[in-house]
């Protein structure tokens, strides 16, 4: 028997990292299908919809939409530690994906569905209730989904595989409900219908995409659980039929698997509190983490803020509603081509040099369409296009470089330094509250941009005559801001320090030795 125990660690190094299977990647990549629509629909119409149908001046729409988003900030760290305990104590993080899943598509429409009687006052205090409970569901589902690639498999390049096909299908449901979504408010003339039908509809479709991934938590959890016990207790069959059936194959995690299934006690019964300040610490101990993350939300507060502007620039500068569908055209289609292009560049020369070559090529596009100012009409598309084909990197390889930050740190850094196991959840909910401060950021900024040009807000139907200097503000906040915010991203981004040597080398030392 004495001889036997030693033995357990040295079986797991043995079982060998595999291909994922295009099932697993399809059912994770499906999950996108939801995040990417609620990231684009509310960052598109929100503040139009406040502003626009609703009367709500532009600085208060801002407001409403930063204290939802700073709702956010908080919950996002502790539901992160809620979804390491679930892994702790069941070894899935299904459950609060399920939860946020089923109660977003009723949340989303109650913040379409304002009736038009109430004022710009109730109507602001409506949305921004119904927003904050919404942005809450979507948390839910968002922090563990964003933490299962590091779990998902120990390959640097299976990593880079995998969040390839989540940005295809994400580039997709921004196209879907980028273009889609404002097409549907044309069902009707009424203002009130016509949100509330595209709230209905898009709310939907974005609680199919997210259950549909919550399949793959339920499965990945339980296989990588169930296949470290098989091979410790010497069952490799077990472990075989557990891998095909959990739809990822079985992996080498070595003592990193054995210490987490140890510690799922110590895990499950660890405090709110020392989770939320877990979280702190990985921000302040991991200096990849803080680059990659800076870098990130300065490039998401870029992105939001055309995203926010999209319907403005169609309305009062291209003078066409129809126009914000074309421009999501422009910027999604050649972006679903882009993906996996971006993930071959990414292969040969790296994740952080192909980041760093799409977010220049999104920021000398972006710039250009200051050209608005002189000479508006359909040139707009190309750039924007050309921006597209940037946006899918810069989508991808940041997702990409984070399950290699923490598996770095699951590596390099002793679990009683990082407050225990299970520190994916801690990863991911401060890295969704960090992007959900960038994409709020950009709504919030267009909003005061909209406020000191003197932009004029209306109800539903109303007609109105913009200033001169809130036509400028809109295209500045669709072209020279986001072009300066992408520049000070590659600032940070020039100081994240890990290689792919950085993981491959940890890795096959790990299984060597």
Not at 194 to 201: A, E, F, P, S
Not at 251 to 258: G, I, K, Q
Not at 276 to 281: F, K, L, T, V
Not at 367 to 390: F, T
Request: aromatic fraction near 8%; proline fraction near 5%.
């Amino acid at each position: 028997m004495s001889s036997d125990a030693p033995r357990a660690p040295e079986a797991v190094a043995s079982v060998s990292p595999v291909r994922l299977t295009r099932g697993t990647i399809a059912r994770y990549a499906t999950g996108s299908l939801g995040t990417g629509g609620f990231s684009t629909l509310p960052g598109l119409v929100l503040t139009y919809y406040l502003t626009d149908s609703l009367g709500v001046a532009a600085l208060a729409a801002g407001a409403v939409i930063t204290v939802a988003k700073v709702w956010d900030v908080i919950i996002d760290p502790v539901i992160g530690a809620l979804t390491d305990r679930d892994l702790a104590r069941h070894g899935s993080r299904r459950r609060l994906m399920l939860i946020g899943a089923i109660a977003l598509p009723l949340l989303f429409a109650l913040t379409f569905a304002v009736p038009p009687s109430l004022g710009p006052v109730v109507a602001g205090i409506w949305v921004l209730l119904a927003f904050t409970f919404t942005a809450t569901a979507f948390s839910l589902f968002q922090v563990p989904y964003i933490a299962l690639p590091a779990e998902l498999t120990p390959s640097y390049d299976e990593r880079t595989r995998l969040l390839t096909w989540r940005v295809v299908v994400l580039t997709f449901a921004i196209l879907l409900f980028g273009a889609g979504g404002p097409a549907l408010r044309r069902v009707s003339d009424d203002p009130f219908i016509q949100y509330l039908v595209m709230g209905v509809v898009c709310g939907l479709v974005i609680g199919i995409g997210m259950l549909v991934a919550t399949g793959v938590a339920r499965r990945t959890a339980v296989t990588a659980v169930t296949a470290v016990t098989a091979v410790t207790a010497g069952t490799s069959g077990e472990t075989s039929s557990a891998g095909r059936d959990g739809g990822v194959h079985p992996r080498s995690r070595r003592s990193d698997d054995v210490s987490r299934v140890e510690g799922r006690g110590s895990a499950a019964t660890t405090g709110i509190r020392e989770h939320y300040a877990s979280g702190i610490r990985a921000l302040r101990r991991s200096r990849p983490f803080r680059m990659l993350l800076s870098t990130f939300v300065l490039q998401a507060l870029a992105t939001g803020l055309m995203l926010a502007g999209a319907q403005y620039v169609a309305t009062w500068v291209l003078h066409s509603q129809a126009a914000v569908e074309l421009l999501f055209v422009a910027l999604i289609a050649p972006a679903l081509l882009a993906a996996p292009a971006w993930g071959v560049v990414a292969r040969r020369l790296g994740k952080e040099r192909t980041f760093t070559i799409a977010s220049i090529v999104f920021a000398v596009a972006a710039l250009s369409i200051l050209g608005m100012l002189w000479a508006p009409g359909d040139w707009i598309y190309v750039p924007v296009g050309i921006a597209g084909v940037a946006y899918a990197g810069m989508q991808s390889l940041p997702m990409a470089m984070l399950p290699d930050v923490i598996s770095h740190d699951e590596r390099t850094v002793p679990d009683a330094v990082a407050g225990g196991a299970g520190r994916a959840g801690s990863f991911s909910g401060v890295w969704t509250a960090g992007e959900t401060v960038g994409f709020a950021l950009g709504a919030t900024t267009l909003a005061l941009i909209l406020a000191m040009t003197g932009y004029v807000s209306s109800t539903g139907g109303q007609v109105v005559e913009q200033p001169d200097a809130a036509i400028t503000g809109i295209v500045v906040s669709f072209s020279l801001a986001p072009a300066v915010l992408i520049g000070l991203s590659l600032l940070t981004l020039a100081r994240y320090p890990l290689r792919r040597a950085d993981i491959e080398d940890r890795e096959t030392g790990s299984q060597s030795s």
